[in-house]
T-cell receptor, first 111, second 114 residues
Framework: SQQGEEDPQALSIQEGENATMNCSYK?????LQWYRQNSGRGLVHLIL?????REKHSGRLRVTLDTSKKSSSLLITASRAADTASYFC???????????FGAGTRLFVKA | DAMVIQNPRYQVTQFGKPVTLSCSQT?????MYWYQQKSSQAPKLLFH???????NEADTPDNFQSRRPNTSFCFLDIRSPGLGDAAMYLC?????????????FGPGTRLTVT
């Protein structure tokens, strides 16, 4: 099965609310990344967190990593309609350039 | 602007007819990747190149091949497309070194098999 599993599969919120997505993985990692994908488009890198980091911020994004639980969360604060997209976590599987994506969370932000 | 370009954006091919998808980059990155993404699923890594060193994923079907003639270009060849190969194909690149894990994606090529 895939390295990364995400929940929820889909999330619908109102503009201005916060959105939280979770990712779990199975093997040890060096880093974990989050990507966004707008419908029918390529992925855009959002943020990378290394295995020795616990929390990282970038603008309205906050990512946490708990290596003991093999899980990560992505928080988007004060969401906007333009945040509507699919969000994927990706892990390196412990080394090299192999990248394993989670199943993704589809976020709908209603204006 | 530096970018990853994929052509064509949409490709229709017939069952069993070989097809080639192309990717080019102006980022001068050492690593290039090909992913397959089926509807509402995660991207699945098919293979990657580190410079000219080809790295195939264990579960990538033999029907899928790749070529990288130079740093800028990488091709995905599907020798005998089946209906199950209809998907979005994503090309990505990354640098090496401290920023090696951040990948830059092209817009994708959507392949339809008739």
């Amino acid at each position: 099965s895939q390295q990364g599993e995400e929940d929820p599969q889909a999330l619908s919120i109102q503009e201005g609310e916060n959105a939280t997505m979770n990712c779990s993985y199975k093997t040890s990692i060096n880093n974990l990344q989050w990507y966004r994908q707008n419908s029918g488009r390529g992925l855009v890198h959002l943020i990378l967190i290394r295995s020795n980091e616990r929390e990282k911020h970038s603008g309205r994004l906050r990512v946490t990593l708990d290596t003991s639980k093999k899980s990560s969360s992505l928080l988007i604060t004060a969401s906007r309609a333009a945040d509507t997209a699919s969000y994927f976590c990706a892990t390196d599987g412990g080394g090299g350039f192999k990248t394993i994506f989670g199943a993704g969370t589809r976020l709908f932000v209603k204006a | 602007d530096a970018m990853v370009i994929q052509n064509p954006r949409y490709q229709v091919t017939q069952f069993g007819k070989p097809v080639t998808l192309s990717c080019s980059q102006t980022l001068n990155h050492n690593v290039m990747y090909w992913y397959q993404q089926k509807s509402s699923q995660a991207p699945k890594l098919l293979f990657h190149y580190y410079d000219k060193d080809f790295n195939n994923e264990a579960d990538t079907p033999d029907n899928f091949q790749s070529r990288r003639p130079n740093t800028s270009f990488c091709f995905l060849d599907i020798r005998s497309p089946g209906l199950g190969d209809a998907a979005m194909y994503l090309c990505a690149t990354s640098a090496t070194g401290i920023l090696s894990y951040e990948q830059y994606f092209g817009p994708g090529t959507r392949l339809t098999v008739t």
